[in-house]
């Protein structure tokens, strides 16, 4: 399974885009990238993922470098209800019919100040 | 609209009783997960299922026992709760595919005394 380095903690000013560093130097070539984020206490939630072209949705955008070894995560406004842990998954460990396997790092912890 | 749902939210045991806790998903989806998260280790995968009857070990499964009897419930039981099981719990579904986004519940608290 490919695996993530994201820094320990990032600080952003409310109003201002967050960018949400993430290396994964082993991914292989059908492996995706996902973003998860956990607000304290509640359960994970999905933000957004991709293969290998950039993608954006309503919460974010994911850039994917052309060699597909980093990603960046970006909040275009963040908000302090973006104040969270953010992970940053490829998805691992291929299961029988194809459900995927989420491995969860330590994230990054990505507060947004006033 | 769809959800996920657990419950307890909170719970208080012994060591040794049997606990179970409810995992009810709205969303008809194949796939079911329960996950738990301590400090320093994130969430790790205890069991899953891909449907009825179908029942799956993850990484941290001994001391755990899952049944499914029905799409929406994957219930998580504790056969004789131990100390080191105090965590936080997750339950989590997602459609079937590889590359369907994971929708978690709120989590239950679980505490061995």
């Known amino acids: 399974d490919a695996k993530t380095t994201q820094p320990t903690s990032m600080d952003c000013a409310e109003g201002r885009a967050a960018n949400l560093p993430c290396n994964h130097s082993t991914i292989s070539g059908n492996e995706y990238v996902y973003w998860y984020r956990q607000i304290h206490s509640q359960g994970p939630q999905y933000i957004i993922h991709g293969l290998k072209n950039n993608e954006t949705n309503e919460m974010a955008s994911l850039i994917i470098t052309e060699d597909r070894k980093s990603s960046t995560l970006i909040l275009p406004h963040a908000t302090l209800r973006d104040t969270a842990v953010y992970y940053c998954i490829v998805r691992g460990g291929y299961l029988v019919q194809g459900a995927q396997k989420l491995v969860f790092g330590q994230g990054t912890r990505l507060t947004i100040n006033p | 609209d769809a959800e996920i749902t657990q419950s307890p939210r909170h719970k208080i045991t012994e060591t040794g009783r049997q606990v179970t806790l409810a995992c009810h998903q709205t969303?008809?989806?194949?796939?079911m997960f329960w996950y738990r998260q301590d400090l320093g280790h994130g969430l790790r995968l205890i069991h899953y299922?891909?449907?009825?009857?179908?029942?799956n070990k993850g990484e941290v499964s001994d001391g755990y026992s899952v049944s499914r009897s029905n799409t929406e419930d994957l219930p998580l039981t504790l056969e004789s709760a131990a100390s080191s099981q105090t965590s936080v719990y997750f339950c989590?579904?997602?459609?079937?595919?590889?590359?369907?986004?994971?929708?978690f519940g709120p989590g239950t608290r679980l505490t061995v005394l």
């Open positions: 989590a579904s997602s459609e079937s595919g590889l590359y369907n986004e994971q929708f």
């Open positions: 299922s891909y449907g009825v009857q179908d029942t």
């Open positions: 969303w008809n989806h194949n796939n």
